[in-house]
Structures are given as C-alpha cells and as structure tokens.
C-alpha cells in the first residue's frame, strides 16, 4: 500500500486497452499526472512504479487509488476506502 497522504480513495480504476506482451509501468505514487502510468513524479517519494507484462491483449482495469493488492489491477478496494 503506498505511504500516508498518497491514497486518494474512491478513485475508480481505469480501463485501457493493452497489447500482450508489451510492458507498462503503472504509477504506484499517485502522484503521475498520465493515470494510471508513470510520468516520473514518484522521485522522492521511496516508491517506485510496477512494471505489467499483459499476457493477452484486452482492457485491462488499472488501479489508481493506489491500496489494490493486486497491483497494478484494481480489486475493488476503491469502494472501501
């Protein structure tokens, strides 16, 4: 779970479609101003993004409340923070 003050619950995930096989890195700070993916603003902070291999091209919903336990897919934890 990312540290205090970086959660911003509530955040619905985002769906995007992705190419097998083809890396991404998801923000894992919050702090990216290109949701759900990493834009470099996690400097700093102790936290570093994760990079997904998606193993079949299809939509995909990333997290972007940051508290998944399934980074970077969202489970549902949005709509209990």
């Not at 955040?11 to 991404?24: C, R, Y």
Request: with cysteine; hydrophobic share 30%; aromatic share 8%.
């Amino acid at each position: 779970m990312a540290e205090a003050g970086v959660i911003k619950g509530g955040d619905a995930p985002i769906a995007v479609e992705l190419t097998a096989g083809e890396a991404v890195w998801w923000c894992a700070c919050g702090r990216s101003k290109n949701q759900p993916f990493c834009d470099g603003s996690h400097a700093g902070t102790g936290l570093e993004p994760k990079a997904f291999t998606p193993p079949k091209t299809r939509t995909y919903y990333l997290c972007t409340c940051k508290g998944t336990q399934k980074s970077p897919l969202c489970d549902g934890t949005h709509n209990r923070i």
